[in-house]
Nanobody, 125 residues
Framework: QVQLVESGGGLVQAGGSLRLSCAAS????????MGWFRQVPGKEREFVAA????????YYADSVKGRFTISRDNAKNTVYLQMNSLKPEDTAVYYC??????????????????WGQGTQVTVSS
């Protein structure tokens, strides 16, 4: 069993920055890939960023590439999402997720095994 708890969301003006954190517990964090997703009411959850177990592989959605950075600290069992140059369209509930499969990284929601409860990010114009 893996427990994921996100934090760091809030209200920020357009152009500002936030850093989301996702603390993991329950199993060996360093063995699995991590992803960030987001969801707006009435829309499907969408992929934002992912990182493999070692941190050497990352992948980003085109909409956030160059503005968001995913990172992880395996010693602290935590994955981060640094969000810069935020736009109103980044407003969403952000979720972290863990993929326990051995291998690379994936953008597919159904391949992630555990999810956090989400943290709200609101970007005002």
């Amino acid at each position: 069993q893996v427990q994921l708890v996100e934090s760091g969301g809030g209200l920020v003006q357009a152009g500002g920055s936030l850093r989301l954190s996702c603390a993991a517990s329950g199993r060996t964090f360093s063995r699995y890939a991590m992803g960030w997703f987001r969801q707006v009411p009435g829309k499907e959850r969408e992929f934002v960023a992912a990182m493999n177990w070692s941190g050497r592989m990352t992948y980003y959605a085109d909409s956030v590439k160059g503005r968001f950075t995913i990172s992880r600290d395996n010693a602290k069992n935590t994955v981060y999402l640094q969000m810069n140059s935020l736009k109103p369209e980044d407003t969403a509930v952000y979720y972290c997720a863990a993929d326990l499969a051995v291998g690379g990284i994936t953008t597919q929601i159904y391949e992630y095994d555990y999810w956090g409860q989400g943290t709200q990010v609101t970007v005002s114009s």
